[in-house]
């Protein structure tokens, strides 16, 4: 059955459909399991006898054993096909989330959490590697969104609810929920996710397939999307998870319940978007202008944030020592929608190869995402630290736009 065309049955489609809702329950646990600590750290840090800042440096362990995850999966997808391999990553979370939950001190949590940086590192790739070998591209447009705004409703399990449970159960119980969810997604997968050869199998070692992955990702041929890649996801997740609730605290003045409500906002963008933005492909197409025109309002949003601190020009401009929380909101609102024309990387690049390279290339562009948040973030720091909080705005407004120039660049034959 040739992969473009296995959409056309109706059956088949419904069939595939399950099949990707189950795999995008995985992506939202793979969210939901990544913020743990972020919600519970001061409570998990006094249980270990530690400082919370030690241990917010240890669970950065999770995001790189992610990163470094991207190569192998992306090549065991192709050479073994979608389903052993998301199987396997699921009973790998189950495992580390019990190993998170069970731990003693900061070196056994380490451990948990590098088990889990690995285990989740698929769970987007799995869902997008399936809907992309077996969809059109219209389709696969649509889908893309549908998936990682299935994904980002673990960010609003990881807030209130999360909270909920940390304060009346303790942290451990977030981690012992996470694993019966890992169960019962396994179970899911297991039923309904099809059995399916990998189209055109590679047969050559495993470390030429992983090879294979760094190669398409500079190939010049991604090259532009890998340069957008490096800065789209770094922009919302940097925003969202570490410089969003200083800002409207620091700034803005708001408390930390008032700030987490406007970020809740945020974070419902984030859920809507792709889907908006996947139902836009469908109907309008032109991917490339798209991408560009949203990810350009996202560098203008940013902007006009940055000067509405005090003293800045739009505060000037209305007469205001600063400007209020109201126009952070909807900034925050539009920046979510702009940034979530991210799955429309997704379906240029499943154009651009064929289908034995398929999972290969789609990690190598998940591999750039969360390298990109990592140095963003890091690089983030040293900006607040000498320039201040707008200057990271400001910061964070030309990396994405030089990323969306070069895009533009490398791009503009396509």
Not at 165 to 183: K, L, N, Q, T, Y
Not at 349 to 366: E, P, Y
Request: net charge positive; charged share 10%; glycine share 10%.
């Amino acid at each position: 059955m040739d992969g473009a065309k296995a959409d056309d049955t109706s059956g088949n489609f419904r069939a595939l459909v399950f099949a990707l809702l189950a795999l995008a329950c995985g992506h939202m646990l793979s969210t939901l399991l990544r913020t743990i600590p972020a919600i519970s750290l001061d409570v998990m840090a006094a249980d270990f006898g530690t400082s919370p800042q030690k241990l917010a440096s240890l669970t950065s362990i999770y995001h790189f054993a992610f990163a470094a995850s991207q190569i192998p999966v992306g090549a065991a997808m192709d050479r073994l096909g979608v389903r052993p391999v998301s199987l396997s990553l699921l009973m790998g979370t189950v495992v580390g989330a019990l190993a998170s939950g069970l731990a003693t001190g900061p070196e056994s949590f380490l451990f948990g959490q590098f088990l889990l940086g690995v285990a989740t590192s698929g769970m987007l790739m799995c869902p997008m590697t399936l809907a992309a070998k077996n969809m059109s591209a219209t389709r696969f447009g649509l889908w893309s969104g549908v998936i990682l705004s299935i994904g980002n409703i673990g960010m609003l399990l990881s807030s209130s609810p999360l909270a909920f449970v940390v304060d009346h159960w303790g942290w451990r119980a977030g981690f012992w929920i996470s694993a019966g969810f890992g169960v019962v997604v396994a179970l899911a997968v297991f039923a309904l996710v099809p059995r399916q050869q990998a189209a055109h199998a590679d047969r050559s070692s495993p470390l030429t397939q992983m090879t294979e992955v760094i190669r398409l990702g500079l190939s010049r041929q991604l090259r532009g999307l890998i340069a957008v890649a490096l800065v789209s996801l770094a922009a919302s997740l940097v925003l969202r998870g570490l410089w969003g609730g200083p800002w409207l605290m620091e700034i803005k003045g708001l408390s930390r319940i008032e700030a987490g409500n406007e970020l809740g906002l945020f974070t419902l963008a984030l859920i809507v978007g792709p889907l908006l933005i996947g139902i836009l492909d469908r109907n309008v197409g032109h991917r490339r202008e798209v991408l560009a025109v949203a990810h350009l309002v996202a560098v203008l949003t940013l902007v006009l944030m940055a000067a509405g601190a005090p003293h800045f020009p739009v505060s000037d401009l209305f007469g205001v020592a600063v400007m209020p929380a109201q126009y952070d909101a909807v900034l925050f609102v539009l920046i979510g929608i702009a940034v979530s024309a991210q799955p429309l990387l997704y379906g240029m690049t499943r154009q651009m190869v064929d289908a034995q390279n398929t999972g290969k290339a789609l990690s190598a562009i998940n591999l750039a995402f969360f390298l990109g948040a990592a140095l963003m973030q890091s690089s983030t720091g040293v900006v607040a630290a000498v320039y201040g909080l707008p200057a990271v705005l400001l910061y964070m407004a030309a990396t994405l736009f030089i990323g969306t120039v070069i895009f533009l660049i490398y791009t503009r034959s396509s």
